[in-house]
């Protein structure tokens, strides 16, 4: 159970960095195992290309190291991971990227309106939280509160946070997002306010539409 949890959480890694979603190993993914309580990470300052599974840490959820990796220490942002999922018990698994165009509008403040329809495939609301240096307690803390009305939300001048229900669905939401940032972005550039949302009764209704 712990090897395929560490396993999937070093895929998903390893793939968002071929995916342009992190690049040169930032960002940092896990996964809970709700019976015993403990998060498998992704370790920091490790090239992500050469990661084995005994590189990925067990944390408890206090922040204690349950179980080592042979190199590297635990993310830095384990205290944000360790957050949400006290404050979110649903979730699974959580991701955090510097994804570009999501984390341009982090910059700015400003949150991504769901100009397309893969909207409703992370929730459609996105939070945008306030200027905290990384890896700190208030950080931790401002992220996993945003996470109280939305799956997924922004970090000012920093970059994205994602929950779901299993590493596979929350590394497709961070997709979605960030691609719904583009064309948001693509739409600013060359329209300015005429990037206006899909009206939320037309997301909902789509959202009920079984994917085919
Ligand atoms: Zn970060």
Redesign the pocket.
Known sequence: MLGNLKREVLEAAVAAEISGLCVHG???FSAIDRESGLVAITPSGLARESLTLEDVPLLDLRGGLAEPGKRGKPS??SRMHIEAYLRRKDVAAVA???SPYATALAVLGRTIEPVTFEAVFYGIDVAVVGLFR??TEELAKAAAEALDGSDVCL?KN??ALVVGASVEETLLKAKHLESVARTYYLALTLGGDAARPIPREELERYGQIPSS
Do not use: I, R
């Open positions: 930032t960002g940092n830095s942002e955090h990227t510097h990384p890896g970090l920093h970059g």
